[in-house]
């Protein structure tokens, strides 16, 4: 990497194509932004491993129509061709030379089980290494096509998008299969120097850039301050910021110092031999009747569907390990898409695939929460956290805290203190793609999505438990979780008391 793109800047000049704006070298290089660093830290340092949202197709896809599909997606959306290069300070998006087909796609003819059976292996759901796709310098994803049961899973790196970028990209690749040209199909997916001239547009522009951001005076002053104290003390300041922020953790009562035996820690170290590194994937499923019932519940309660899903598998936890961690603040961390908030994203639960550009790259921050020692399920304790959870992500301070963060502080600052040091103290972290919109064919013959599946990743600072929720009007819900706990003896004992109270909760007045 660190090529000199010099000369495919010239080319990509020569040549003008009437008012179209061509595409050269600098719109596809930027330093990323603070939560891709963050990820990239994670990566590099083994201890995140991908994401995985898996699709089911209506029917068979012919093995031909996949290197064209899969070209026509890369040439769409440069991120795709993306890796990053160097260190801080200096950390750059760079496109990839060149990428090959078999680099990208691997077809699965053993599996025979549909992916929601119970007897599916679903650590080949998240068996993609991407710390060593960063050590080969190769894509950062990679398409596995189960051929015998129709699904297609697409395994990424977080550092360059989030899940609902993901999505986007399954559905336009499954739509494309409507109308693809197999005969452009070839080994060689891209080549930045014969492909450059094809490219419509760069890469896209960090959030704040891309939403026109416009912070206040207080808080681009707090930026540079704080900044700056950074640089003189590095590790005293950060620590003085991350206490802070903690305090805004608890929700309707005073800040509580934090000490081991009131607050929840995992088990083993930040470090890439931790178990949490290992843990497997398992799922519940809800049909449409009981999807229909939990949402009906939680309307009549004025709650979300994901604070509900939270609150019993905590109960659940509790259930079966009462006495582990009910006297205990348990942090919760939720993943926020800003395409929820921002109107210029688009909103990937919407965005069907058809038509249009979707705007990809990772636009998700984190809101958090403690749950206080002795909180069981109950309508109350539901509303108390979604109402907590929701005017937070709605405040200017959680977007200005965003900002400062952005601006002020590196990943090394907050991460290298804690690496193979200190336990991660996230009990729980919720990613929701939420209920998405899919295109229905009909009798028309086409590819189409049927369902959708979002496994829950591999990491150590996602949570001893990692909960992943995706739902459509086709199926229902789905909702998955890791076994990471070691406490948890019995998972499907959990897995079976889990999806027992849920629709056992959701009924009760």
């Not at 907590?388 to 502080?409: G, K, M, P, Q």
Request: aromatic fraction near 12%.
């Amino acid at each position: 990497m660190g090529q000199n793109f010099s000369k495919l800047d010239a080319k990509a000049v020569d040549g003008s194509e009437g008012s179209k704006k061509l595409i050269s070298i600098p719109d596809l290089t930027r330093e990323p932004d603070f939560m891709e660093k963050l990820l990239l830290y994670f990566e590099r340092k083994n201890i995140f491993q991908s994401v995985s949202v898996s699709v089911k197709i209506n029917k068979n896809v012919p093995i031909e129509m996949f290197a064209p599909t899969i070209r026509k997606l890369v040439l769409k959306y440069p991120m795709l061709f993306m890796f990053p290069v160097g260190n801080e300070p200096k950390i750059r998006w760079e496109p990839l030379p060149d990428i090959i087909f078999s680099d990208v796609f691997k077809i699965n003819q053993d599996v025979t089980d549909d992916l929601l059976v119970d007897t599916f292996d679903t650590t080949l759901l998240n068996l993609f290494s991407i710390v060593e796709r960063h050590r080969q310098k190769k894509p950062l994803w990679k398409l596995v096509y189960f051929e015998k049961v129709n699904w297609i899973t697409f395994h990424c790196a977080h550092c360059f998008t989030d899940g609902g970028s993901i999505l986007a990209y399954l559905k336009e690749f499954v739509e494309s299969l409507n109308d693809i040209d197999v005969s452009a199909g070839k080994d060689q997916v891209f080549c930045i120097k014969e492909d450059l001239p094809l490219l419509e547009t760069g890469i896209p522009a960090p959030f704040f850039e891309r939403v026109k951001f416009r912070p206040n005076f207080r808080t681009k002053v707090s930026a540079a301050a704080i900044k700056a104290a950074i640089g003189l003390f590095p590790t005293l300041v950060t620590a003085l910021l991350e206490t802070r922020l903690e305090n805004l953790l608890f929700v309707d009562r005073l800040p509580v110092p934090f000490s081991p035996r009131c607050f929840f820690e995992s088990e083993s170290v930040i470090s890439e031999t931790s178990s949490l590194n290992n843990a497997t994937a398992m799922f519940i499923h809800l049909s449409r009747e009981e999807l229909s019932v939990v949402l009906a519940a939680c309307k009549a309660h004025h709650v979300k569907l994901q604070t509900y899903v939270i609150l019993v598998y905590v109960q659940t936890v509790h259930e079966i390990r009462p006495e582990l961690y009910l006297q205990k603040f348990l942090k919760v961390g939720c993943a926020v898409s800003f395409r929820n908030l921002y109107k210029q994203l688009t909103d990937h639960s919407t965005y069907l695939g058809n038509e249009g550009r979707f705007d990809d790259g990772f636009y998700t921050f984190v809101a958090k929460y403690f749950l206080d020692p002795g909180t069981t399920l109950s309508w109350e304790s539901v509303k108390k956290y979604n109402d907590f959870l929701h005017r937070t992500i709605n405040s200017a301070e959680w977007i200005n805290d965003f900002y400062i963060a952005s601006h002020a502080v590196l990943p090394d600052h907050i991460m290298d203190p804690k690496m193979d040091i200190k336990k991660d103290d996230c009990f729980l972290f919720a990613t929701n793609l939420g209920h998405v919109e899919v295109i229905d064919h009909g009798e028309a013959g086409k590819f189409q999505i049927d369902d959708i599946l979002f496994t829950p990743s591999r990491g150590v600072t996602i949570g001893t438990h990692h909960v992943t929720m995706s739902s459509t009007s086709k199926v229902g819900l789905h909702v998955g979780f890791s076994d990471g706990d070691a406490n948890i003896n019995d998972w499907n004992l959990f897995r079976s008391k889990f999806k027992y109270n849920m629709c056992r909760f959701s009924g009760e007045p």
